[in-house]
Structures are given as C-alpha cells and as structure tokens.
C-alpha cells in the first residue's frame, strides 16, 4: 500500500461550542487578524450568521465553512489555508454538526470560563471523540468577572474522562489549552487571572497551537479521485452548489467525474464551475486538491453524502450518518376559516409537500413520513427547536400551515416500548431549588447530580423523557421568575416512564366567530390570560386565553355591550389587562393533544383539532 502524504499548507478545522459561548464571535476575530476583508469593507458582527433566524435568535443553524489565509510567525513564511466550519451549538441542529465534522481532521473546543462545559459541549465532543480527532480547547471570556477559570479546566478534563472509554485513545487527555477573549481578539498559552485579559495582544498563540496541534490532510500519491458531499447551497446564477471536501486526487473544472448516487448507481458528470472560498466569498477556481473544500457546480440532483469518483475507477466513500429523529410534529396545509385570507400565501397541498421535499435534500437531520391524510405529513427531528425553524422558515416564505402538538418518536427494543431520553442541566439560584425538583418531578425526572459553587447559584443534572420537556421552558422561567437557565441534549432510550401530567391549566375556546371586543374581554380576563386583542377576528374553536382552571371552557369574546342612553363613566379599555403575545414556540408548547397551531404569515393562532364545540364534546364523551 502506498505512503500517505502530509500537505502542509493546508488545515481543516472546526469550532464546537455550546449555545452562546463566543463561538463566531472568535470565527470573526480570526478573519479580521488574518487580513481577510479590506481596509474599507463594511463587516457585520457574527459575519458567520448570515441567516435572518440565526441574526434574531443569537444562534447558529446550519453549519458554514470559511477559509484563512494566514501568513503568520507559525507559518514559517509560506501562506497556511485554515478551512474553518462553525457548527451549530445546539443538539436540535445535529445533522449540522456531524456534516461540519465529516469535513475536518481536528476540533478547536470552545468553553465559556464562566459557566463551563454545558451539554451541547458533551454532545459535539463525544461526536469528535467517536472520530478519534484531535481537540484544541479555548476556554472563552476569561475577561468576564465571575470567569472561574481553573475550575473550567478541570470540568473539561472530567468530561473528557467520562466520555472516553476502551476504544478511544487516552492520548485524546493531552490536548493543548489556549485561554482567550474572542471580544478582545487576544489569545495566549499562558493562564491570565480569572476577570483578566490575556497577556498577549492578538490571536498568534491560537493560530500557532491549531497549526501545531491539528494534523494535516493527508492523500496517497497517484491515487484515484474521491471526494464526499458534505453540504448543499444555491446560486442565481449556477443553481445547486455542492459543497465537497477532496480526500484523494484532484477535483478540476471541466472534467468528468463519476457521481455516486445514495441508490448505489453511478452516472458521469461534467464539473462546470468549480469555487473556492476566500474569507467570507466565494471565487471561481481552476482545480482542487486532497484537503481542499469547494463548491462545485453542474449536478441538479446532486445530494449530501454521495460521492464524486474518477471516472475510470470509481471507489464511494462512506454515507454521512446522523442521530436518528426523537421528536415529530404534523405539518398540515391550514384548515381554519381564515384560511387563504393572506394575498399571496401558499396554501395547497402541493405546494406544502413540494417545500417539505425541498428540505429533505439539505438537511440531512430530518424525515417526512405520509400520514392517514393527504395534506398532512409527520415531520420528524432531532428537537423542538429545529422543527419550529422549519415552520418558522415556511411562514415567512408565505405557507399557511396547521401544526400539531410535538409528539416523541418511540421505537420498541426487545419487545418493550421505550422513549428518548434528554439530559437537562439547569443553572438556577438556590431559593429555586424545591420548585425545580417539585416541577420536574411530576415530568418524571430524576436527579443524577448537584454543584453548588457557592455563589447562591446551583447546578443540577437531571434524566427526563424527552416528553416532559415539551412546554417545560415556559413553565421554568415562570417558577423561577425568568433567572433559571436550562439546556437539554439527548441521551438515550429508557422503557416508557407511563402516563405525564400535562399543564394544568385549561383552555379558553372561541363558541362563535367575530371581532373580540373590549367588553367581553373585561369580564373574560378574570377567568384567565387573554391571547388576543380588542378587534381580532376570532372563529368557533379558536383558543383565545389560557382558563386559571383545569378544564376548558367555551367564552362569547364577541359579546357587544346593549345600547342605552345612559352614559357610562367607566371606560372598558382603561380596565383591560394587555394580552400575553405567544411566539410559534410558546405556542407548540402551550398545545394539549386535541389542539393545533395555525401558522399564516402575518399571524399564530391557537385552535382546537376539532372546531365545533358539539362535535368535540362527543369525542370528548367518547374518550372517557
């Protein structure tokens, strides 16, 4: 067999880190120090977030490459390409981050040196892990005040220790630690005081230690072409752009290659254009080689994980794998009486399934499966949040779409049902301790572990069925005054844990359309929270409030107050509480089973499956 060869010139990494741990903030440093963008160009912050979702909610989605040609001290005077992906942080987005590992040959670990290793960290290690890579850790925001960063240091270690087992190599112990301020744009070997700055001026030491320290992308030399599709994108101008990374041979524009599809057929293709990355853009290129990451164009049905070969020899690489979906929701065409009101909305069955399909061929971390009902589908994900993007993603490109309660996806093992299992980590202050417990235990959780830092703060670990979680968020912040913070990640399956307590709260259902008036909503308001406003035009079966007690109940929102002529000094809107505004989230969460979100451009409503109050009282009767 031949030797593999080392480029040198060439590094392939990716940045992992838990939710909101500096993560692209530090991706934006490194463009800047590495002379990226010119004297005068115009950069947002998070350059890297270049989603409207991602920008609103502070998160990163899909997982994005970037190139740095650095030209450095470590460089030893020739100019280093660093392909950098930056993965999503959260588990929900996993797809994501097993496409961003599939890309690289190391992991640059980053880690807040206030709040630690967190469970989006355990999930995007043990990833790493399981692919034997090498890790750089950063412990990030060493300038906060309440950095604690030693004890961050030795958590990181314990996780380590608790994730390594027989099959993986110890020497994955002895990993490099660089201690910075993403903000600051400084990093340094050399351990600063905690709420301290690092003692030198700019990211050097992290570029040197992911030079040092993550290996080079090596190939055999004469070796046939191989490269794996690892992302999609699209241009105006070239339609599908597949995004690949060359394991052996050369990749070049104009030739002819053999395209291996997922079915296990093979058809040859031509490269038309071929793209490499510079910084945040893409520019045409001539060829690629072993290591590199491009965008190719000339292949319409191309999909992620398939394999681009030589023609004359073609050898497919691998199918990407990702974690098997843990939570589903129904995404139906909207079925309500303001249905189709929105001018320019997409309304039709096809149209709905035609955007389903067209998600399926970019991300790899979800499925569609038929239901009993021609214009509904059962979309499977990895988390609430994920499936929520996506609904989000088609109401703002105009779908009207009736979403049901998420439901667990379960599986049976040895002839037993079991379920997802997620693993909660809730910072909290003390005084909550109790009300946490108390409220986690009706959602059949239990406590594995408990720190206290001695800071009036907690940390506590919990096993819960992934179940109990649907509407906890809510509740939590409620219970602990909006200063809890909790974050889940999946763990396993367990055998069914039996029936779970819903909320305990009712509904407040609509029993005929009209606009809400002030006057029915002054009286209503004592029996609960209001959804809506004076004026929004309700129908029969629409949720308008959340009922203080446990059962439903059906309300006139549209009852006008009777003429008479004697006026009244009390003014109904002077005595009206402001409605509680639910986002598409909230409002999932919120669902019971026999209710459903009605999702249209300009508006969320809350209804019941079944509209008539008659017809719903049978089924209710029925069930008991």
């Known amino acids: 067999m031949s030797e593999k060869i080392s480029r040198k010139d060439l590094r392939n990494v990716a940045i992992v880190a838990h939710v909101d741990h500096g993560k692209t903030t530090l991706v934006d440093a490194m463009l800047h120090q590495a002379g990226a963008f010119g004297e005068h160009q115009h950069v947002d912050e998070r350059a890297m977030d270049s989603g409207e979702l991602e920008r609103e909610k502070g998160i990163t989605i899909l997982a994005k490459n970037t190139a740095v040609h650095y030209k450095g001290p470590a460089a030893e005077g020739e100019e280093m390409v660093i392909n950098i992906i930056d993965t999503p942080g959260h588990a929900d987005f996993g797809g994501e981050v097993e496409r961003g590992l599939s890309m690289v040959d190391g992991i640059v670990l980053l880690v807040d040196a206030s709040e630690g290793p967190l469970p989006q960290t355990r999930f995007v290690l043990r990833k ?52 910075a301020s993403a903000k600051a744009g400084r990093a340094s070997v050399e351990m600063p005081e905690n709420g301290g700055l690092p003692d030198k001026e700019d990211l050097e030491d992290l570029f040197k230690t992911i030079i040092d320290t993550i290996p080079a992308p090596q190939y055999t030399e ?29 990749l070049k524009k104009g030739k002819t290659v053999a395209w291996m599809k997922r079915d296990g057929s093979t058809q040859n293709v031509k490269i038309t254009e071929l793209l490499v990355t510079e910084a945040l853009e893409r520019k045409p290129g001539e060829q690629a080689g072993p290591g590199d990451i491009v965008a190719i164009a000339g292949i319409p049905e191309i999909m992620i994980g398939e394999t681009l070969a030589d023609a004359e020899s073609p050898v497919a690489l691998p199918l990407i794998t990702v974690d098997e979906p843990a939570i589903s929701m129904t995404i139906g065409t909207n079925t309500s009486p303001l249905a189709g009101r929105v001018k320019g909305s997409k309304v039709t069955a096809r149209l709905v399934k035609d955007r389903l399909d067209r998600e399926l061929i970019g991300n790899v971390s979800i499925k569609v499966v038929p239901t009993e009902r021609p214009d509904a589908w059962e979309v499977q994900g990895r988390g609430e949040l994920a499936l929520a993007i996506l609904v989000e993603q088609m109401r703002r490109e105009g779908y009207e779409l009736t979403v049901g309660k998420p439901q667990v996806v379960t599986r049976e093992i040895n002839g037993k049902l079991h379920e997802p299992v997620e693993r909660l980590t809730i910072d909290a202050p003390e005084e909550y301790l109790g009300t946490i417990t108390q409220l986690l235990a009706v959602r059949k959780g239990r406590m594995e572990q408990m720190t206290n830092h001695g800071t009036g703060w907690v940390r506590m670990e919990f096993l819960v069925p992934a179940r109990g979680l649907i509407g906890f968020r809510t509740e939590f912040l409620t219970d602990t005054r909006g200063t809890g913070i909790a974050h889940h990640v999946f763990e396993g399956y367990e055998p069914w844990a039996g029936e779970l307590r819903t909320r305990a709260s009712g509904s407040l259902v609509a029993d005929r359309t009209g606009a809400a008036t002030s006057y029915a909503m002054t009286s209503l308001q004592e029996r609960g929270v209001l959804f809506v406003e004076p004026t929004t035009e309700v129908y029969e079966g629409m949720i308008v409030g959340e009922n203080s007690r446990a059962d439903d109940m059906d309300v006139n929102i549209t009852k006008e107050k009777k003429q008479t002529n004697v006026r009244s000094n009390a003014d109904e809107f002077e005595k009206l509480v402001p409605p509680r505004k639910l986002s598409l989230e909230q409002s999932l969460e919120f669902c019971r089973e026999d209710e459903c979100v009605e999702v249209t451009p300009d508006a969320i409503r809350i209804r019941k499956v079944i509209l008539d109050a008659n017809t719903r009282g049978r089924a209710a009767r029925g069930r008991k």
């Open 128 to 179: 790493a892990l399981n692919r034997n890579m090498p890790v750089v850790l950063v412990v990030n925001k060493v300038d906060r005040p309440d950095s604690r960063i030693t004890e961050v240091v030795d958590e990181t270690y314990e996780l380590f220790m608790d994730l390594l087992d027989e099959s993986h190599s110890q020497d994955a112990l002895d990993f490099p630690v660089v201690y």
């Open 222 to 250: 004469g070796a046939p072409l191989q490269a794996h599709v690892t992302n999609l994108d699209a241009s105006p101008f070239l339609g599908r752009l597949a995004l690949v990374r060359v394991h052996e041979g050369e």
